[in-house]
């Protein structure tokens, strides 16, 4: 746990390291996850599981885009696209009558790979806001080609009857194993970014993130490395893309909306860019506060406003932006920079 | 007097012929040949905006000539991108400081080792623990006398220490021949005293092609200056020919004295 937690500079393990916040936290974290479902069994509240599955999936698509984003510097602003298309893959074959999830999975995964590839391969020859601009605008291509698709609902989304099959495996319609799923799929891709990111591959990658130029002249081709990257967090979104359908039982170009992608920007930054478990952190409190804000603009604004206090809930998001603007002026390692005690430049 | 030393030489290591750039009005490089021996220390010098920083990113693959070829090992590179040159074996460092800050100053020289260690499509093992990356690039730092800096944080280096660092990872690329813009600027004389002294040891195995304000520097390394006036080379040859020549005199040294020093 420790190394998973430390970044590029290597120190010896000690007692008052493990025992740092931001260890205690996450190791906290860890365990009210894999406690979750037993705590909500025995208070009678299912939502608690159903909302914390969304978390750890929305969790699972900002690891993967912090893979690109936190170590790669690449601002891609169409991250959502692979949650779309990786849920249409599901949907569009469970509606034709393919629902085995060995089969929906992988064709999900790989149509995002793909994707990624083709975007990539066009966008990753840009820097800055051209390249931010280029993966927006294939990603709203993508919502348009969703909002055409007439035989699979248009606008209005397709319903997926039938969760994914794991040939009796697994029971995705059952709550808790679902849960458990994705808590295990979560921990595994936020263990192989750990690996990525340390590896001969991930030292070109965030080398190029800092340093383009430099990498070209020490002799690194890095635009290949820089696409692969990009593919591979295409993939593992497009992996997240396949839950999320199975969770809302739905899909509809909505998932894909370039908001849908600004908040997965704001969960890898709130939390942490290239921090292996910010992503996670920035989801659980970006989604909790989604969820608690407005029950709580209510219950403070009632005694004083009345009726209006509910109308005032509606606009959360009030609160929430600031909050996002100081994580972002004062805490330059997101949540888990501020547990870290370290300001990263 | 415009030398011509590309006839001369013939078994260049780094061979340019003709090569020009424009930007705008501005010609930074004007039909510029020149030939450099393996083995030979060359240094072009010349006043600011003589077009040296673009000489040498032409040669790094970054600038592309209007015209113009330049040759390495008799092999055409001209057309090549700069990680291609870099694992010909021609290494380039910066004029201003160009590294990695968030990495430790023994990150910076592993990634270099790692450049040429094959592709880095490695994807599991912890590129840190590698011993094939870390001693070599150990071994580049003690060369350049930071091995005690290994693992500092670039961004605590100072000014001097970065420019070493440079020149290490330079050198942890097993170049042919090293290209180097200013290793001395903004050091102090104790500093670059030092450099000079590990250009010495670097030069007898490597060519270099050496740019540098600090004339003191160049006399006491080159084997050979050429000097660049307006993107022109008006002289090439031995420091001796270079000092005593007069267009150099009136054209560049004029009133500065360090020359004869």
Redesign the interface.
């Given at each position: 746990m420790r190394r998973l937690l430390t970044p590029a500079v290597s120190s010896t393990p000690s007692l008052t390291a493990l025992l740092a916040p931001r260890h205690v936290v996450v190791a906290a974290l860890l365990a009210f996850l894999a406690l979750l479902p037993v705590y909500a069994e025995l208070a009678r509240n299912p939502f608690l599981v159903t909302l914390f599955t969304r978390v750890i999936i929305l969790a699972l698509a900002a690891t993967s885009l912090n893979l690109i984003l936190g170590y790669g510097g690449m601002v891609s602003f169409g991250h959502a696209v692979y949650l779309g298309i990786g849920g249409y893959a599901v949907g569009i074959m469970a509606f034709e009558g393919i629902a085995s999830g060995f089969v929906q999975w992988p064709v999900a995964i790989i149509a995002c790979a793909l994707f990624a590839l083709v975007v990539g391969a066009l966008s990753l020859r840009t820097r800055g806001v051209y390249f931010i601009m280029i993966t927006l605008a294939f990603a709203q291509l993508v919502y348009y080609f969703g909002v055409g698709l007439d035989r699979y609902g248009g606008d209005d989304g397709l319903s997926i009857r039938q969760r994914s099959g794991f040939a009796g495996l697994l029971d995705l319609t059952n709550r808790t194993q679902f849960y458990y799923l994705c808590l295990v799929l979560l921990t595994a891709a936020v263990y192989l970014t750990w690996r990525l990111v340390n590896s001969r591959f991930g030292m070109v990658l965030q080398g190029s993130r800092t340093n383009d130029r430099r990498m070209r002249a020490i002799g690194f081709p890095t635009f290949r490395y820089r696409l692969a990257g990009f593919v591979i967090a295409g993939a593992l979104c497009g992996l997240a893309g396949a839950l999320l359908a199975n969770h809302t039982g739905f899909i509809s170009p909505a998932t894909m909306h370039w908001t849908r992608s600004g908040d997965l920007i704001v969960m890898v930054v709130l939390g942490g860019m290239a921090s292996s478990f910010g992503p996670l952190l920035g989801a659980v409190v970006l989604l909790t506060l989604e969820e608690a804000l407005p029950a709580v603009i209510r219950a403070l604004a009632t005694p004083l406003f009345g009726e209006v206090a509910v109308r005032m809930a509606e606009y959360w998001q009030i609160i929430l932006g600031p909050l996002f603007l100081l994580v972002v002026l004062f805490a330059r390692g997101g949540i888990d920079g501020l547990l870290a005690g370290s300001r990263r430049d | 007097m415009v030398c011509s030393p590309v006839a001369a030489v013939t078994d260049a290591l780094l061979r340019i012929e003709g090569l020009s750039k424009r930007f705008g009005g501005i010609v930074a490089s004007d039909q510029i040949s020149l030939a450099v021996p393996g083995g030979e220390l060359h240094a072009i010098i010349g006043p600011n905006g003589a077009g040296k920083t673009t000489l040498l990113g032409q040669l790094?693959?970054?600038i592309r000539p209007d015209a113009g070829r330049i040759e390495f090992e008799n092999v055409d590179i001209t057309g090549l991108?700069?990680?291609?040159r870099?694992?010909l074996g021609l290494?380039?460092s910066?004029q201003i400081t160009?590294?990695?800050?968030?990495?430790?100053v023994l990150?910076n020289v592993?990634?270099?080792v790692?450049?040429?260690a094959g592709h880095?499509?490695?994807?599991?093992?912890?590129?840190?623990a590698?011993k094939g990356?870390r001693e070599p690039a150990r071994a580049a730092l003690a060369r350049l006398g930071i091995a005690g800096r290994a693992?500092v944080?670039v961004?605590k280096l100072s000014h001097g220490e970065h420019r070493q660092l440079e020149i290490a990872?330079?050198l942890a690329?097993e170049p042919r021949m090293l290209l180097l813009d200013e290793p001395m600027a903004g050091m102090g004389p104790d500093e670059s005293a030092r450099i000079v002294e590990i250009l010495r040891e670097l030069k007898r195995e490597l060519t270099i092609l050496l740019i540098e304000h600090d004339m003191e520097a160049v006399f006491a390394l080159a084997d050979r200056i050429t000097v660049l006036v307006y993107g022109r080379i008006i002289a090439s040859g031995t420091p001796e020919a270079i000092r005593a020549n007069a267009q150099v005199r009136e054209a560049y040294l004029g009133e500065q004295t360090s020359i004869d020093a």
């Open positions: - | 790094g693959g970054e991108p700069g990680w291609r870099s694992q290494a380039r910066f160009s590294l990695f800050p968030d990495f430790t990150d592993a990634l270099a790692q450049a040429h880095s499509f490695r994807f599991w093992r912890n590129a840190r590698e990356l693992d944080l961004s990872m330079a690329t």
